[in-house]
């Protein structure tokens, strides 16, 4: 597919797709349209202004809103006539803003990642409690198994979230901005270990990221939304350009290739779109 700057897909098998697939709240349409195929084995960053429908996107491809039209199908099968449990068991999703019960701890969190792997009457067994464990170690927060998740600081709160996820174990990981409110060490720190997965085990995440330059250095794929539409895809060295940064966001930024591995970096520059428009609109109101 050939987007608005000249890019193309990634080629591969479709892990995940959307056909048509529209979703909105209360009648109002927020992303209308939207064809959009994710290859196995690859990292897929979404990156876009605030309101262009990016959380929405990644909540109907993971079976958290129901399309207003459209199918979501997930390695050929429509996600919406499969059992919750067999859509658990292959696709996990972490939320903008999830939520847990008062007083739960974060061993107890990590633990309902492993509940789409078991039954009524089966005990935790040997393999699950060595899921968790290795989850927990991951992020770094082995030593807080036993610490409400309310004691924790937003970030730690965060890296719990993350736990649970890893315990899942599923081909396939949703994270809308699993980077949220981790300082810059730990925002590293779960992208090393999202790439890693990827590696290592091939699973294929789709990612929502604000940070445009992480999501460049360790994603194979970009998607620009822009109003509830995708505008660009492709590789990172394709989509993030100059252009495309002041189109979508109204920034006048500097693309530049960072050292280690060549990929785009972006340097702002300077006042964006709004800035500029609100400082001439100031101007005039004292003329």
């Known amino acids: 597919m050939t987007n608005t700057y000249g890019a193309t897909t990634a080629a591969g098998t479709a892990h995940l797709s959307a056909h048509g697939l529209t979703l909105g709240f209360d009648g109002r349409e927020v992303v209308p349209n939207i064809d959009v195929a994710f290859?196995?084995?690859?990292?897929?960053?979404?990156?876009?202004?605030?309101?262009?429908?990016?959380?929405?996107?990644?909540?109907?491809?993971?079976?958290?809103?129901?399309?207003?039209?459209?199918?979501?199908?997930?390695?050929g099968s429509d996600v919406a006539a499969m059992q919750a449990r067999a859509v658990a068991q292959r696709m996990s999703i972490l939320p903008q803003t999830p939520h847990a019960p008062s007083?739960?701890?974060?061993?107890?969190?990590?633990?309902?990642?492993?509940h789409p792997r078991q039954r009524w009457y089966q005990q935790f067994s040997g393999s699950d409690e060595s899921a968790i464990a290795a989850a927990l170690e991951a992020t770094d927060i082995a030593g807080l198994a036993a610490t409400p998740l309310e004691d924790l600081s937003g970030g730690q709160r965060q890296r719990a979230w993350i736990s649970m996820i890893l315990a899942q174990e599923t081909e396939l990981m949703l994270l809308d901005e699993p980077t949220t409110y981790l300082d810059l060490a730990h925002q590293v720190d779960v992208l090393e270990l999202v790439r890693g997965l990827n590696r290592d085990t091939g699973r294929t995440v789709v990612m929502v990221l604000h940070d445009i330059s992480l999501a460049a250095r360790y994603s194979d794929v970009i998607i620009a939304m822009r109003d509830g539409k995708i505008v660009a895809e492709g590789p990172p060295s394709d989509v993030v350009t100059a252009e495309l940064l002041w189109d979508v966001f109204g920034l006048r930024a500097e693309v530049i290739r960072e050292p280690v591995e060549?990929?785009?970096?972006?340097?702002?520059?300077?006042?964006?779109r709004a800035a500029v428009a609100q400082a001439a609109g100031l101007g005039g109101a004292r003329a």
Do not use: F, M, W
Request: some cysteine; glycine content about 22%.
């Open 262 to 272: 060549g990929r785009p970096h972006v340097v702002p520059l300077g006042a964006g």
């Open 103 to 114: 007083g739960l701890t974060v061993g107890e969190l990590v633990a309902r990642g492993r």
């Open 39 to 75: 290859a196995r084995g690859t990292v897929t960053s979404i990156i876009g202004p605030n309101g262009c429908g990016k959380s929405t996107l990644l909540r109907g491809l993971g079976r958290l809103l129901r399309p207003q039209k459209g199918h979501v199908l997930l390695e």
